[in-house]
């Protein structure tokens, strides 16, 4: 088993490394960037409005509104990579990895919109009537010939596959962990209970997803960022500092600090980018699904609200965890603490002290629970593409019942099996978005001509040709 986790591993460095998904993540998303000419600056706030405010087009087609695509999109990415995955980056490769994340998160809202766009604008209705979309669908519906069936096929298999693994397992084992060791809860517990409650949301499908995540998704970044808050107004004077490092040290390494061994440049950008595109997930296609099942007059109304989504992830709920790291002083530290324990230690600092650990326990739990549920779609969907509407239900009982083994195995190995299929659903993702930017473009900008503000009503506005 050792052998085959060390192959496993070999597989992840490769995948993930310096020479295939993050140069294939980033050139993407500066592409579309490009191409888009800059749209996740332009119209961050039309379409923040849109989605947070107006929250819905009324009258269009779908399953549900803009903001519970938005809300069940945030569940999926919200997760202990916000927490974990973002001190990982940090204690790792220094307090540059933050701005590498940051860049990331830039240029990944230009690749959210666009898979987002491509979701809903070649959707279709499954044989329950449902709205079904997502990079399984569209890599073949706009890619014609035998490269967008392999693409899309590709997707689907890594999709259902990866969803029991970093959607599942690996999130319900993080809970489980946290709970044993803040509150003495035994696992077997802790599973169960997880298993009853995704079960129950799961047995609604995706209305029911989308109303459990619109009521618990704001709560659960609310609280995480109020904790947050008061760390860094406490350790305000250390903030101008603390962004000092940030900048600096993005481009020149970091030295040895207290307990931090030092690292290159070369290493801030590695794990500050791949950390921010796992925590994400711009370029992978996954949100692009739930995307496809929101009521929109319009695909690139949907794709600027999805994009949003990476906004929040990133550049808000990543860089309260990043900062409270570094301005508490806690990155020191990493050479004793790791992943969350390390946010914890940051959130410990000061007026909060043991609540701090509570606080990043309750929202480990909280993340992990809403990436369970955002996760479980993606994964049924890739499967109903595969083997037709009959796999929905299995499916779902499956992967509720599966929450019990994640609560009791150790780990190791899903993790890194896990962290290869997400590459590997990226890249039939990248690929199609590389092809099919001109079109993305084109129909972009004959919409936002017409609507530049995103004010238009449902019966004002035409739909793209099919």
Aim: charged share 10%.
């Amino acid at each position: 088993m050792d052998t085959f986790n060390d192959i496993v591993l070999k597989i992840d460095d490769f995948v993930w490394g310096p020479w295939l998904l993050i140069p294939l993540l980033a050139g993407t998303g500066l592409l579309l960037t490009i191409r888009l000419r800059g749209i996740q600056f332009t119209k961050l706030w039309p379409a923040l409005r849109l989605g947070l405010i107006q929250r819905k087009d009324s009258g269009a087609e779908g399953d549900i509104s803009h903001y519970q695509a938005l809300t069940t999109a945030l569940a999926a990415t919200v997760g202990v990579g916000n927490i974990a995955g973002v001190a990982t980056a940090i204690g790792v490769g220094g307090p540059g990895a933050l701005f590498w994340m940051w860049v990331t998160g830039l240029l990944g809202m230009a690749s959210k919109y666009a898979e987002a766009f491509l979701g809903s604008r070649f959707r279709q209705r499954d044989a329950k009537g449902e709205q079904f979309g997502g990079p399984q669908v569209y890599l073949e519906r706009a890619i014609k010939g035998p490269l967008g069936k392999v693409l899309a096929l590709s997707f689907a298999v890594f999709g259902a596959l990866a969803a029991f693994g970093i959607g599942n397992m690996t999130q319900v084992n993080t809970v489980a962990s946290q709970m044993k060791d803040t509150f003495g809860v035994a696992p077997l517990v802790t599973g169960l209970v997880v298993v009853g409650f995704v079960g129950l949301v799961l047995l609604g499908g995706i209305k029911r997803i989308g109303q459990v995540t619109a009521g618990f998704v704001p709560v659960m970044i609310l609280f995480y960022i109020a904790g947050g808050t008061i760390v860094l107004v406490m350790n305000a004077s250390q903030l101008p500092a603390a962004f000092g490092l940030v900048f600096s040290d993005a481009f020149t390494g970091t030295a040895a600090s207290g307990g931090f061994i030092g690292s290159t440049v070369a290493l801030a950008i590695q794990k500050g980018m791949a950390r921010g595109i796992f925590s994400n997930e711009s370029g992978m296609g996954s949100s692009a699904i739930v995307a496809a099942a929101a009521k929109t007059s319009h695909p690139v109304r949907q794709g600027l609200v999805s994009m949003t989504q990476t906004f929040i992830d990133t550049i808000i709920v990543v860089s309260f965890t990043g900062l409270v790291i570094i301005a508490s002083g806690a990155w020191q530290q990493a050479d004793q603490y790791a992943g969350a324990a390390l946010t914890g230690l940051g959130f410990s600092q000061g007026a909060l002290g043991q609540a701090g650990i509570y606080i990043v326990a309750i929202s480990v739990v909280f993340f992990a629970l809403s990436t369970v549920l955002g996760w479980s779609y993606y994964g049924e969907r890739c499967a109903v593409r595969l083997f037709g509407i009959k796999a929905q239900f299995p499916y779902r009982l499956v992967f509720t019942l599966v929450c019990v083994v994640g609560a009791m195995w150790e780990l190791d190995l899903v993790w890194n099996i896990a962290d290869v299929l997400n590459g590997l659903m990226a890249l039939p993702n990248l690929i199609g978005l590389i092809i099919l930017s001109g079109l993305i473009a084109r129909e972009t900008k004959a919409y936002l001509d017409q609507d530049p503000k995103l004010r238009a009503v449902a019966d004002q506005i035409s739909a793209p040709p099919q």
